[in-house]
């Protein structure tokens, strides 16, 4: 992996594989999009969300500071997919179905984790326009955890890039950062079943419900 001097540059060029995988086979610009897989989607998102902020946390029990430099309390996302399976009728689950993730033991994990949760929300705006245009899903009340920010999702995201880009030149480990990118959009990839190159850390499932063989069908 070659060093090009900008640890977001690197970032995006070694997920790319993974993030396309993972748009692809959740689908979720399908015109077609039904009610019934938008539902599963959203119960898988709502499991690995639960997860990824669940390492977040302990981070963030270690370090305030630097959780705080990030504004963590305020990105977090998991009782949106909460609430909008809620909005459609679903019954979610207080312990959903999630991966086993690896532990966030410093910033440089947190800040890799957080490009792949942070940057989702950047497409999000577009599936949010995507699924309020769609006359099947009409009657479905407003979601949010697709663009939990709304006009704040370009300042939010302005604010992540600065302080990955702060800290790395600060002596933060841009190698380690992308690591955990990648490790976190491999575990992203692998719970929603997408097909991508072999994922560089194992995976292991508590559980498999209807939705999640659905969305990997």
């Known amino acids: 992996m070659a060093d090009d001097g900008d640890v977001l540059r690197r970032l995006r060029t070694d997920t790319a594989a993974e993030h396309h995988a993972v748009e692809s ?10 009610r019934v897989r938008l539902v599963a989607v959203l119960t898988v998102m ?19 500071a630097a959780a705080a430099g990030l504004a963590w309390s305020q990105r977090r996302r998991a009782h ?13 689950s207080s312990a959903p179905d999630r ?8 910033t440089d994990d947190a800040l890799g984790r957080l490009y792949v ?13 995507h699924l ?3 006359p099947q899903l009409a009657d479905a009340a407003p979601l949010h955890a697709f663009a939990p920010y709304g006009e704040r999702t370009g300042a939010m995201w302005h604010a992540y890039r600065t302080a990955t880009r702060g800290w790395v030149a600060a002596g933060g480990d841009a190698a380690r950062v992308v690591t955990a990118a990648q490790q976190t959009f491999s575990a ?30």
Do not use: K, N
């Open 80 to 92: 949106l997919f909460a609430g909008d399976l809620a909005a459609l009728g679903a019954a979610p």
């Open 188 to 217: 992203l990839a692998a719970w929603c079943g997408a097909t991508v190159r072999e994922p560089t850390v194992p995976i292991h499932r508590r559980g498999t419900s209807p939705a999640m063989m659905e969305v990997r069908a």
């Open 117 to 129: 949760l942070e940057g989702s929300t950047l497409g999000g705006v577009f599936i949010d326009r």
């Open 46 to 64: 709502h499991g690995f969300w639960w997860a990824a902020e669940a390492g977040l946390d302990a981070w963030a029990d270690a370090d305030p």
């Open 25 to 34: 086979t959740l689908g979720l610009l399908d015109p077609a999009l039904t």
């Open 132 to 134: 309020a245009a769609l």
């Open 99 to 106: 991966p086993e993730l690896l532990p966030v033991p410093g």
